[in-house]
């Protein structure tokens, strides 16, 4: 992370999308200088962060993303339904 901001390190897209669901944010919010978006929150325990550990943030985030997709998705549905 660290090249990347000092310009060393060019980003990957795959790599944007997976800091991005690792921050818990759309993709394109790391775009941007100024972020806001709703923070996923859950509680998560461990002694110490290891690559384990931010794989399950990682995981658990995804969930979320693709629930709250799916659930503009039925709004979606809804109103054309109407």
Not at 4 to 30: C, H, W, Y
Not at 65 to 82: H, T, V
């Amino acid at each position: 992370m660290s090249k990347i901001e000092k310009g060393e390190q060019s980003i990957t897209s795959d790599m944007l999308d997976r800091l991005a669901v690792l921050f818990g944010i759309p993709t394109e919010n790391l775009l941007h200088e100024i972020i806001s978006t709703k923070h996923i929150s859950f509680p998560f325990r461990a002694s110490k962060m290891n690559e384990k550990n931010l794989e399950a943030i990682s995981a658990i985030n995804r969930i979320v993303f693709n629930l709250r997709f799916m659930r503009k998705c039925q709004e979606f549905g809804k109103k054309a339904a109407e």
